[in-house]
Nanobody
Framework: QVQLVESGGGLVQTGGSLRLSCAAS????????MGWFRQAPGKEREFVAA????????NYDASVKGRFTISRDNAKNTLYLQMNILKPEDTAVYYC?????????????????WGQGTQVTVSS
């Protein structure tokens, strides 16, 4: 059973940066796509970014493209999300997720495993 544990969330001012990490354990990290989603109070969970297994090509939601960078270190079984130029609308609980296939997806339903989430709060 794959377990995902996020870390790195916190409180930051508008324009600041944070780096989220997601450590995977309990199963193979290889061969699967990974992603980040977020959920703000009163809103549905939404796609942020994903990275595939084959060539590590990233996929971003338009709202974060150019500000966020997703990466993975397969040797360390860790997924990252570097978030720069943060805005108040980025405030949410951020979740790490893993698929059981190599290709990315922007749909939360396509991901089989989820972390518990880490809170990111951007003050104005």
């Amino acid at each position: 059973q794959v377990q995902l544990v996020e870390s790195g969330g916190g409180l930051v001012q508008t324009g600041g940066s944070l780096r989220l990490s997601c450590a995977a354990s309990g199963g193979t990290f290889s061969g699967v796509a990974m992603g980040w989603f977020r959920q703000a109070p009163g809103k549905e969970r939404e796609f942020v970014a994903a990275i595939d297994w084959i060539d590590h090509s990233p996929n971003y939601d338009a709202s974060v493209k150019g500000r966020f960078t997703i990466s993975r270190d397969n040797a360390k079984n860790t997924l990252y999300l570097q978030m720069n130029i943060l805005k108040p609308e980025d405030t949410a609980v951020y979740y790490c997720a893993a698929r059981t296939s190599a290709a990315t997806s922007t749909s939360a339903a396509a991901y089989a495993y989820w972390g518990q989430g880490t809170q990111v709060t951007v003050s104005s």
